[in-house]
């Protein structure tokens, strides 16, 4: 939707710098030939008429089909979102009802693994509905807690049972795009954890608007960090992933107004901090 906005103003300066230009070069030509007021004006009313008439043809031939995918992509998106939501609605609904008639043990751990899965099925399909409406449209900001989103999301990584966490956090309310802070945030979890051996602590802290994810991993050199958030870049190749990651972290700091510092040592470890005053509320 932000992408079509500024196709539209683009196209909107070029169109009337060309009937601007337009314009002046007519004027300039029935003032060489000396021609009355009336004459001059009768010119510029067709002048006027033909940039509508171009105007009008221009963005239907331009932006009507654009407009038309669009409507058909929103359409279709939200006929697939609801056909995922009937069977994961089910699963969850009737492992409610299981878990009430359930006594035995083992069938009961079996039956929670489901339901944990079901969550982390639920979650993944939000961030599908909001990756495919963030295409299409702007996301409305809300107000959030990110003490709580921490908490929540650190609880999600604890369950890989992997790295220890430990938790430094104070409340900070902040008005931001909810699903893509904790994308963001999980994006650096991940890399925290990705580049860590399995033992190694992650800390994190809040505290006055200043959120740190801080890790003992094996860290970057000075000419790494120049790249980190080059598309595609990985500090350790062997390591699983696409190289996005920070990428996607810095495009949502920009665009929230999210300040980001990376701090980092070879074999010491790396320090995300993000300055959150911008979005303070």
């Not at 196709?7 to 009355?36: C, D, P, Q, R």
């Not at 079901?118 to 959030?144: A, G, N, P, Q």
């Not at 920070?246 to 993000?274: F, H, N, P, R």
């Amino acid at each position: 939707m932000l992408g079509m906005r500024k196709e539209l103003l683009f196209a909107g300066l070029i169109y009337f710098v060309t009937m601007f230009t337009l314009f002046a070069a007519v004027y300039k030509f029935l003032e060489n030939w000396h021609l009355s007021e009336f004459n001059f004006f009768i010119a510029g009313i067709l002048v006027i008429l033909v940039a509508v008439g171009w105007g009008y043809v221009l963005t239907a031939l331009i932006f009507a089909p654009q407009k038309q995918m669009e409507n058909t992509l929103t359409t279709l998106s939200n006929d697939i979102m609801h056909e995922l939501n009937i069977p994961l609605s089910t699963i969850q609904a009737n492992a409610s009802l299981l878990k009430k008639n359930l006594e035995d043990e083992k069938s009961l751990k079996r039956l929670e693994r489901i339901e944990d899965a079901s969550v982390r099925l639920k979650k993944l399909y939000d961030e599908l509905v909001y990756t495919i409406r963030k295409e299409m449209h702007e996301i409305e900001k809300e107000s959030f807690d990110v003490k709580r989103v921490v908490e929540e999301r650190v609880e999600v990584f604890q369950e890989q049972q992997r790295n220890p966490f430990t938790l430094g956090l104070k409340p900070y309310e902040i008005e931001a795009d909810k699903i893509g802070f904790e994308q963001m945030l999980d994006n650096i979890i991940t890399n925290a954890m990705k580049y860590s051996s399995k033992e190694a602590p992650i800390h994190i802290s809040l505290d006055e608007g200043r959120l740190e994810i801080a890790d003992k991993g094996i860290g970057m050199s000075t000419s790494e960090l120049l790249q980190v958030h080059e598309r595609y870049f990985q500090g350790d190749e062997r390591k699983e992933g696409e190289g996005i990651g920070l990428t996607l972290v810095k495009a949502y700091c920009d665009a929230e107004g999210i300040a980001i510092q990376i701090q980092s040592d070879k074999g010491m470890g790396t320090q995300v901090g993000l300055d959150l005053s911008r979005v303070h509320i």
